[in-house]
């Protein structure tokens, strides 16, 4: 996976890809990095990248030809290395929210370009020259560098061979069956009062495996009644398509 990040703030980045797994992914080569600033097409002896509105009001608007020039100089610089275009992705609360269906699209897109906003935001047309906006949450940042970050490390810990364990990813929260993952336990056995539930020490890999669907279960259930319904939706959508295959 190649990530094409526009940001105003590389050094933001720094630390964060050298550590943990991420590190690993890029020293590995499952993961590369290229970033460009804005800055480096700005406008006039400030090198200005943003302007007031039209129409008056406070804070600063990026503006849409030294974003493009920023969006177009990645584009072109990968395509004179042979490597694929970007899917241009911008940053922005207005956006679709980030889930784990959009971390894993993007874990298999050859390359996704992050598009990180400053001030009050974009110029609106700029909105014509991306693919897709997706937000980190209902919250607002003062730059979408954070964001960039919580995208990539979501993408990249998808990955086959990253992780080094993928059955981890496949049973977590908000993976392949929709549910929040179950409670782990580790030593000591007793900590202030508090044990663990007798079944994770019994050996018998059957009833700790249906004791954590039921945990997983219950725990959707109460803390997350909405995923709960998407994971129904799929179960009866399921069974319908083996009724119609098995009818025809
Ligand atoms: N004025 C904008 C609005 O109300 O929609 C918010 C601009 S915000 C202060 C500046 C930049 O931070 C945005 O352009 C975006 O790139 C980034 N940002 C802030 N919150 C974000 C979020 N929840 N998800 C993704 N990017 C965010």
Redesign the pocket.
Known sequence: MRVDVVTLFPELFETFLKTSFVGRAMTGGQLTARFRSPRDFGLGKHKSVDDTPYGGGSGMVMRVDVMVACMEALDTEAEAAGLPRARRVL?????TPFVQSIAARFSTTPAVMLI???????DERIRGFVDEE????D??????EV?AMAMIEASVRLIPGVLGNEESTHEESHGEGGLLEYPHYTRPADFRGQGVPEVLASGNHAHIAAWRRAQSMERTRTRRPDLIEHVEAAVFEKLAKARKESAG
């Open positions: 940053l922005t609360p207005q956006g990180c906003g400053r001030y009050e935001g974009f997706v937000s980190l949450g919250f607002v940042m003062t730059g979408g964001a």
